[in-house]
């Protein structure tokens, strides 16, 4: 399962964190569209099966927003404990003694680190400006 944590970004989240009930509205925010934006990359790059029937490509799950160590996140795609009508797309991601991994959903965030930081900077950014107008 992939995780976004707001880092990186020290003095602007400090700016946000100042701001109360409205900062963690603007974080959240921040998560969610960042989370929509993953969660699209990971649908293309999941393997999907030739037959007609469901994906787990269509039914990748981005959780509520969690805080650890003062630290906010959300997970995104596979995790190790699922046992949904989905629960192979872990095998896929991290593979099997028979099945090697692809780490589609890793490569996901990986290959778009840029652009999450980009999409989680610009709406904190937003949120402040229009908290201060």
Do not use: C
Request: glycine content about 6%.
């Amino acid at each position: 399962m992939a995780k976004l944590e707001l880092q990186g970004m020290d003095e602007l989240i400090d700016r946000v964190n100042k701001l109360g009930e409205k900062g963690e509205d603007i974080k959240r925010n921040a998560l969610k569209k960042a989370g929509k934006f993953v969660k699209e990359s990971m649908e293309k790059k999941a393997p999907r099966s030739d037959l007609s029937k469901k994906h787990m490509a269509d039914h990748i799950e981005v959780s509520e927003i969690e805080n650890e160590d003062g630290v906010d996140f959300i997970k995104i795609g596979p995790n190790k404990g699922d046992n949904s009508e989905f629960y192979y797309s872990k095998f896929t991601e991290w593979g099997t003694s028979k099945i090697p991994a692809q780490h589609w959903a890793e490569k996901s965030v990986l290959e778009n680190r840029k652009k999450i930081n980009e999409v989680i900077k610009e709406e904190l950014e937003r949120g402040i400006i229009d908290v201060t107008e």
